[in-house]
């Protein structure tokens, strides 16, 4: 066991930081300890992202820091994690002396390993003897190599089963929302992209440990799962093919985006696990989850078998992360993103009549190599045809070893692309004021998440409350409350306040992902209403969030 301290830094992506939540799961059951401050760790770990330009140069910016404290004579471990470091290779060792090893995103389980060796090494005063094979774990070219290769190595599924059953591990939103990955890596290839190359192939969990992780986290107290997954719709478990040992099944390859040119995607004899089959067993196999999520969806083979479940199960949240990342044909086919933005309005509309209420967000790049006028005034007419709540906009980054890189010049100049992206700005905040003014005198259910920033300071430890699953937490009665069962807590007219409190702004998010704020009744702690479901009734909106206040009694979603 190691009593050695760690402090870990995500750069990117959700998908990065339940990496980053496995990997300390992993180390402290190794008896690792983390701190928030690096100048007082003996570990400094950077879990890096690579998909644009911008998340690497503020990470090389941090590695950077350490290494001039390094050579000022600490003896701190330096390690690079996930995307950059599998990008960049063996290279980014050899370039910067200081970082002391290196560990892809598809070999996070031999982080231990890496940590070992190198403290070991640094004892007997051998550490530059050290092989590059000791203190580097990259996947390179393999996990692409071959289907059964990829599913037979998949001693990473390990890694994701083991935080369900980490009892200490404490998770998002006072404990109570956690991630759940269902696919790994992608095989879309869109020519902008990093992904396939630094995480590799397509790798589609089996459902049962799907299911079985989500029903570890509801009897942790955990009541929101965000499934992960680069396109998650495209999800599907062929029963019967490979099984390991024992008869347990094993991850699967998926196909490429090829597979779906052809129409429909089937699933004879019913042999498989589909995206739809999959939300409904976790929905009625694991009742504890009140709100299910997922991310990110993709816009072409979205069925209305997927739609339909959503609209039928009052816990799925009807909230649909799309990215369209441009309104124009040419540009989609020069991305390689498989569909026309014909088929991405048919998709919207289709949602929109078929899911109540549904909450909409997306991607756009901006500047992509050969981007017109005409092709930008595409997008804009797209970010004003459809009700997105969000889009994530972002300025086209030419990434190394993607399709894009060496097929187009990056023609479009910087200056055009700021302008661009501030237009479609602008241009979302419009939408978005519209998409949340609709919510104004209707009743919400708000999954609490925080004190309001504005409030933090008037709540002692405030930015860190979270009544962690098992604690106890008291109701509006002064009742006391186990935090499973108190997740959707009732709020009666007749109150007796358990001490004296002011009210005090909170914040949380409805179950189409819109940003809430109300007060917190006077006399009730504000933190103990912190991973509770609460009504609440919008009297105002704005571009990026409602306002409003606590009805008395609740009501669930139906
Ligand atoms: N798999 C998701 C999909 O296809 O919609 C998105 C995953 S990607 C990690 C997140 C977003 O980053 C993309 O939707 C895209 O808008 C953006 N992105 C990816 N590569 C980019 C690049 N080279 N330059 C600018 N933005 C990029
Ligand atoms: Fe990247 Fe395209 Fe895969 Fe999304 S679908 S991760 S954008 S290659």
């Not at 200056?415 to 209707?442: D, Y």
Request: proline share 5%.
């Amino acid at each position: 066991m190691s009593n050695r301290t760690v402090y870990l830094e995500t750069f990117g992506c959700q998908m990065n930081e339940l990496d980053s939540e496995l990997v300390q799961g992993q180390l402290e059951a190794l008896g690792y300890r983390f701190t928030e401050d690096d100048a007082r760790a003996d570990i400094v770990l950077y879990n890096t992202c690579s998909v644009r330009e911008q998340a690497e140069n503020k990470a090389m910016s941090r590695v950077g820091v350490i290494s001039q404290r390094k050579r000022e004579g600490s003896a701190v471990i330096l390690g690079v994690l996930g995307c950059m470091a599998e990008r960049d290779g063996r290279d980014m060792i050899r370039r910067h002396p200081q970082i002391d090893l290196m560990c892809g995103p598809s070999e996070l389980d031999r982080l231990p390993m890496l940590l070992d060796n190198v403290s070991r090494a640094r004892l007997s005063e051998h550490a530059q003897r050290l092989s590059l094979d000791e203190r580097v774990a990259l996947a390179g070219k393999r996990s692409r190599r071959s289907k059964a290769l990829a599913a037979a190595e998949d001693s990473l599924e390990i890694l994701d089963l083991s935080r369900a059953f980490n009892p200490d591990l404490d998770a998002k939103s006072g404990g109570r929302s956690a991630y759940v990955r269902i696919t790994r890596g992608c095989n879309k290839f869109c020519t902008y992209c990093v992904v396939p190359n630094t995480r590799g192939a397509e790798v589609h969990r089996p459902p049962d440990e799907i299911v079985e992780e989500c029903r570890q986290l509801a009897e942790r107290g955990v009541i929101e799962v965000t499934l992960l997954g680069q396109t998650v719709n495209h999800y599907r478990y062929t029963h019967g093919t490979a099984l390991a040992e024992g008869g347990r099944e094993v991850a699967q390859v998926g196909p490429s985006l090829n597979a779906f040119r052809t129409g429909r995607f089937e699933n004879p004899n019913g042999r498989a696990t589909t995206f739809a089959d999959l939300l409904q067993r976790i929905h009625d196999e694991v009742p504890g989850i009140q709100r299910l999520r997922f991310v990110t969806s993709y816009p072409r083979d979205f069925g209305d078998d997927i739609l339909e479940v959503i609209a039928g199960s009052p816990r799925i949240c009807p909230y649909l992360h799309v990215p369209a990342q441009s309104g124009s044909n040419r540009m989609l086919k020069l991305m390689n993103r498989g569909y026309t933005i014909e088929e991405y309005y048919e998709f919207i509309d289709r949602a929109v009549r078929l899911v109540p209420d549904v909450s909409i967000a997306g991607d756009i790049i901006v500047g992509f190599p050969g981007e017109s006028d005409n092709d930008f005034a595409a997008t804009v007419e797209l970010l004003r045809s459809v009700p997105f709540k969000n889009n994530f906009i972002f300025k086209y980054s030419p990434r190394p070893d993607t399709a894009a890189i060496t097929r187009f010049e990056d023609d479009v100049p910087d200056e055009v692309k700021r302008e661009r992206n501030n237009i479609l700005l602008a241009v979302q905040a419009e939408v978005s004021e519209a998409v949340h003014a609709r919510w104004v005198g209707r009743k919400v259910d708000v999954l609490v998440e925080q004190v309001s920033k504005r409030d933090q300071h008037r709540v002692p430890n405030a930015a860190a409350a979270s009544p962690h699953p098992g604690s106890v937490a008291l109701t509006t009665e002064g009742r006391a409350l186990r935090a499973p069962e108190s997740a959707t807590k009732e709020l009666s007219g007749d109150a007796s306040p358990s001490f004296a409190m002011p009210s005090i702004q909170l914040s949380g998010r409805t179950a189409g992902d819109l940003i809430t704020f109300f007060d917190s009744p006077a006399g009730i702690d504000p933190t103990s209403l912190i991973g509770t479901i609460q009504k609440v009734r919008i009297h105002e909106s704005g571009v990026l969030s409602l306002n409003g206040s606590l009805t008395r009694g609740h009501e669930r979603r139906s």
